[in-house]
């Protein structure tokens, strides 16, 4: 007789262990764009040194010039993207057939720009008259002139232009007083779109809109 073999158990691989997802960190530029956009839009342009943004962000001022020749250049840097969108928004906006659809349309697009660049419409909406001079709210500047030239007939009542003024100011100075004040957001982000979606279409709704033709 054979001795017993001993019984055989399957042999179960080990698990193997899922790496953890690494955490993504921002670059220093990004870090000290975020920080100074927060500063300048709370505290104000003239109000912020570079050593601020650099103890606020946890950097030397070193390193801040290391990225930055200066503050304006910060600055630039800081608010180029939204106005580089805003741009983007109202060209979309002259090129398409007049109506009720391109508004409603520009409505929408002009609400997640908003929601997406709040502190950079807040700074160059409130800071403009100080900042003169400077390209990047220059620049700002003539973009916001002509979206209110295109938004408003030439022959635009003043009752239409502070249409204009609340619907653009008045929505970027409530999102950020939130923030400011509050230290949070006035309501979520989902009730916040609908309700800048009924206030502002209803502010904008009375105002003449130019044609195709005069608006380009």
């Given at each position: 007789m054979h001795p017993e073999s001993p019984p055989t158990?399957?042999?179960?691989?080990?698990?193997?262990?899922?790496?953890?997802?690494?955490?993504?960190?921002?670059?220093?530029?990004?870090?000290?764009r975020a920080t100074a956009l927060a500063q300048f839009a709370s505290i104000g342009?003239?109000?912020?040194?570079?050593?601020?943004?650099?103890?606020?962000?946890?950097?030397?001022?070193?390193?801040?010039?290391?990225?930055?020749?200066?503050?304006?250049?910060?600055?630039?840097?800081?608010?180029?993207?939204?106005?580089?969108?805003?741009?983007?928004?109202?060209?979309?906006?002259?090129?398409a057939p007049d109506g009720a659809a391109s508004r409603r349309r520009f409505v929408d697009d002009f609400i997640d720009f908003l929601l997406e660049f709040r502190l950079e419409l807040h700074t160059f909406i409130n800071q403009a008259q100080s900042l003169r001079g400077i390209p990047v709210i220059d620049r700002a500047g003539v973009l916001i002139v002509r979206l209110s030239d295109t938004l408003c007939h030439d022959g635009a009542s003043t009752e239409d232009r502070i249409r204009f003024g609340i619907a653009l100011g008045g929505a970027a100075y409530t999102l950020v007083a939130?923030?400011?004040?509050?230290?949070?957001?006035?309501?979520?982000?989902?009730?916040?779109?609908?309700a800048l979606a009924v206030v502002i279409a209803e502010l904008l709704a009375p105002v003449a809109v130019h044609t195709s033709q005069s608006r380009k």
């Open positions: 158990h399957p042999v179960v691989p080990s698990p193997v262990e899922t790496p953890p997802h690494p955490v993504t960190r921002l670059s220093t530029g990004d870090e000290l342009f003239a109000g912020t040194s570079l050593q601020q943004i650099a103890d606020a962000a946890g950097y030397s001022k070193s390193s801040v010039l290391y990225h930055f020749a200066s503050k304006e250049a910060l600055l630039g840097e800081v608010l180029t993207p939204a106005i580089d969108r805003l741009e983007v928004i109202l060209d979309r906006f002259v090129s939130g923030m400011t004040f509050l230290n949070k957001d006035i309501a979520p982000a989902d009730e916040i779109r609908q």
